[in-house]
């Protein structure tokens, strides 16, 4: 090895442990604050070790702000999801009139800001009465539709409409293709749609607070709420890293699940589909 | 296709319909139609109060530079990441998960992370062992640097992700035959790599150009009280006690839809070309 290659592969390393550092390190310290009970200032570590953060947080109704995280995002996961994977489905195969000009409303939602679209909506939805919940599940979904859609536009890209065919050919009937044919195929890519656009709702801030006006409290509003103050450091910890697990988890136990699946029916050809980091930007916004 | 018209229908209504009011009523209302009291006419004059009140023009000016610079060092980031996790074993299994695990995390919790991190009484405050006073204003400083180091982080996450999926589907393929061909590494980054990285790069960092551009809770969590970014000063309008002020809130919001509007329009036209000649 010459010295120039050598000081290519030093190079190299460097980069890789200086960008591990940069995608790590602000989440060290929301980890050794959600397990410190005393932290004074000038020390590099707690004194003093402890759960204090978690329970200040259940005390303080964590719970009830994590059931209505939980519930917005489920909404817009249930609503999202399937209304992407149709609208793809009609893309990709229905050859529409104003094809084009579809697929830029559906991806529209992408490049207008959120409180653009909340703080124009809401005296419509004021007016009209819609109670705050219908309203907040509306808007996120609309957020969420240009990501499902594109996950299942890529989907459908890449299915193999004849193994339908073959099915038929068989005697499958309608309804067996669908069931048995085309929902296996296309299930990696709607779980990938369906976590983006739960995380539409887990992770939103502005619509839920400017609709639902400071009523319904998810938590990203009590972490805003604890960040904009001073001295709440355990609490923030707790609640960022009970609002991080949750979507993680799903992440990694998606990930294993595919993994396995892949390994059984090494033959079947599941479709290839988007990653789901590949749109999670803005959903994560 | 009747049927099909039918399928669409479930995503096209509710987006039309919510886009469509939405732009409607924050026009009509900026224009001062819709007023809390008086008759309806209308007028630009919210636009000339806010620009007038030398609010404006400053929170155009801070809200384009975060986003620029954000998203600047996000793609410079994210695209090194992007090579390392599509060329390096350490980068495929590592920071692959890394990214990954970036993405999920809310941009609030992103903030408070930031916060906690980069304070004067933050993480790395301490590790350094500064004093107080002499730590750099990160956090609610002049040059909004934690609220940029946030947008960068989460970001450059994403665009990574995004252009590691294009990658590696046939660059390898591809830098491997311009290699036989006796293309250099400097040849194959330029003829190779770049081409295919463009369009994943001009749309990544499009998107996140317009979240850093339109998000409220980052820069009011981590910014300053003033001047203040478009999103805050909309929502400072629009909060207000003062219902003379709401026309106002609804111009800075406009004028946001505007900015980000112009700059995903470009951006799709500068993809089109680059998918196009690729």
């Known amino acids: ?285 | 296709m009747k049927r099909f018209v039918l399928l669409i229908l479930p995503a096209a209504v509710p987006t039309a319909l919510v886009l469509g009011a939405a732009v409607t009523m924050g026009v009509a209302q900026s224009m001062g139609l819709t007023p809390v009291a008086g008759g309806p006419q209308s007028s630009l004059d919210a636009y000339s109060a806010v620009a007038s009140s030398g609010e404006l023009a400053p929170a155009v000016v801070i809200s384009l530079s975060i986003a620029l610079v954000a998203t600047a060092i996000a793609i410079a980031v994210g695209f090194t990441t992007a090579l390392a996790m599509t060329t390096t074993r350490f980068g495929s299994k590592v920071l692959k998960g890394l990214a990954i695990s970036t993405i999920p995390i809310p941009h609030v919790i992103g903030a408070a992370a930031i916060g906690l991190l980069l304070a004067d009484s933050g993480w790395l405050a301490r590790l350094f062992g500064s004093t107080a006073g002499n730590w750099p204003q990160f956090v609610a400083g002049p040059w909004w640097a934690a609220t940029i180091i946030e947008y960068a982080w989460k970001e450059s996450a994403f665009i990574a992700l995004v252009v590691a999926a294009t990658l590696s589907r046939d660059a390898d393929e591809l830098a491997k035959t311009a290699a036989v061909l006796g293309a250099g590494p400097a040849a194959r980054m330029r003829y190779v790599t770049m081409p295919l990285a463009t369009p994943a790069l001009i749309l990544a960092g499009t998107l996140s150009f317009v979240y850093a551009l339109g998000s409220f809770e980052v820069p009011w969590l981590l910014g300053r009280a003033y001047p203040e970014p478009l999103p805050v000063l909309a929502y400072r309008l629009f909060t207000s006690t003062d219902l003379e002020v709401r026309p106002q809130a609804f111009a800075v919001s406009m004028v946001t839809m505007a900015i980000a509007l112009v700059i995903g329009v470009s951006a799709l036209r500068l993809f089109r070309r680059q998918v196009v000649t690729a």
């Open chain 1, 1 to 285: 090895m010459n010295r120039r290659t050598t000081r290519a592969a030093v190079t190299a390393t460097a980069t890789q442990w200086l960008l591990s550092a940069w995608f790590l390190l602000p989440m060290i310290p929301v980890m050794l604050w959600a397990v410190a009970r005393t932290w004074p200032a000038p020390l590099p570590l707690p004194s003093d070790w402890g759960f204090s953060g978690f329970l200040d947080a259940l005390h303080d109704s964590a719970t009830s702000a994590f059931g209505a995280s939980l519930i917005l995002g489920t909404l817009t996961a249930v609503l999202a999801t399937p209304a992407g994977a149709m609208a793809a489905y009609a893309l990709a195969y229905g050859h529409l009139r104003g094809h084009r000009s579809l697929s830029v409303l559906l991806i529209a939602p992408a490049f207008v800001p959120p409180f653009v679209i909340v703080m124009g909506l809401n005296v419509t939805l004021l007016r009209l009465h819609v109670p705050s919940l219908a309203g907040i599940s509306l808007v996120l979904m609309v957020t969420a539709i240009p990501y499902t859609t594109f996950v299942m536009r890529s989907a459908f890209a890449g299915y193999d409409v004849t193994v339908e065919d073959e099915a038929r050919m068989l005697g499958a009937s309608t309804r067996a293709v669908l069931t048995r044919v085309r929902l296996p195929l296309l299930a990696p890519a709607l779980a990938t749609s369906a976590f983006l656009a739960f995380l539409v709702g887990w992770s939103d801030y502005i619509v839920t607070l400017l609709i639902g006006g400071g009523q319904f409290v998810t938590v990203p509003i009590r972490i805003a709420a604890a960040a904009s103050g001073t001295g709440n450091e355990p609490v923030i910890a707790a609640l960022s890293i009970t609002a991080a697990a949750p979507p993680l988890l799903l992440l990694v136990t998606v990930g294993l699940l595919s993994r396995q699946r892949r390994r059984r029916r090494a033959s079947a050809n599941p479709v290839t589909h988007t990653p789901a980091y590949l749109t999670a930007s803005g959903a994560l916004r």
